[in-house]
């Protein structure tokens, strides 16, 4: 059984590696019941809440640590994935939470390849 690891918007992150780290617990629960198996109503509120959490964080990111637009743009590509996440979690949708969470994948890749990889910057 997974537990959800969900930041409430206004959370206060110290930095963005802090910040990362909580949307990396996120990421995980989500991830960890992407199976196979037809989630029960319990699994579809913690994709909820999970998702939420990353919504809320990614508000954070870009009220705090508002680097530049590249940076705005993936955190804004990320919040978007999430609440899709989110909004399909309500319906009970699991096909639509599979297809968002690999758009979340790239996105969550896309910042990580710009930020930590090939320019070796940190917003």
């Known amino acids: 059984v997974a ?4 930041v409430a918007y206004g959370a206060d992150f110290a930095n963005e590696k802090e910040l990362c780290s909580n949307q990396w617990n996120n990421f995980q629960v ?4 992407s199976g196979l198996t037809a989630p029960t109503d319990e699994q579809f509120t913690t994709y909820n809440k999970s998702a939420q959490g990353i919504v809320d964080a990614e508000t954070v990111r870009q009220n705090k640590f508002n680097a530049d ?12 994935h999430a609440g899709e996440i989110v909004k399909a979690a309500q319906v009970k949708d699991q096909e639509e939470i599979q297809v968002q969470y690999r758009w979340l994948t790239i996105s969550c890749k896309n910042c990580h390849r710009m930020y930590r990889t090939d320019t070796k910057l940190s917003p």
């Open 69 to 80: 637009k590249n940076y705005r743009s993936v955190s804004a590509e990320t919040a978007f």
């Open 3 to 6: 537990i959800a690891t969900t």
């Open 30 to 33: 989500i991830r960890s019941m």
